[in-house]
């Protein structure tokens, strides 16, 4: 399945490169820089992402849109979002990609704050 990890980014110059790197194992890496007035489009770019820019800063919800907009035009199968901060560690996506793959969740919602699976029946 072709997979997009979408990163949201407003000034985050001095953590993108590295959440890029760590994410491009596991697909395509897009990050939307919402404005931001220092260098993240362009470490973004030089990791690997591909890069589209907001003129100006519209925030996370717009930037996620244009995120799913560029996945949607694409053929993307997959679309994963992480922060651009390096909160979410990318080296647990396989995680959530692995009840999609294997066909057994249309949706998966990680939390850093919990440490057991959740299940949610179908029809919940």
Known sequence: MKTLIIIPAYNEELTI????????????VLVVDDGSKDRTSEI???????????????GKGAALKTGFGYALANGYDVIVTIDA??????DEIPLLLKPILEG?????IG?????IPLIIAEGA
Not at 104 to 108: H, I, P, R
């Open 111 to 115: 939390s850093r704050y919990l440490n």
């Open 17 to 28: 490169g590295s959440v890029v790197a760590l994410a491009k194992k596991y697909g395509d």
């Open 85 to 90: 901060d390096g909160q979410h560690n990318p």
């Open 44 to 58: 973004a770019q030089k990791a690997g992402a591909i890069v589209i820019r907001h003129e100006v800063n519209k």
């Open 104 to 108: 057994e969740a249309d949706l998966v």
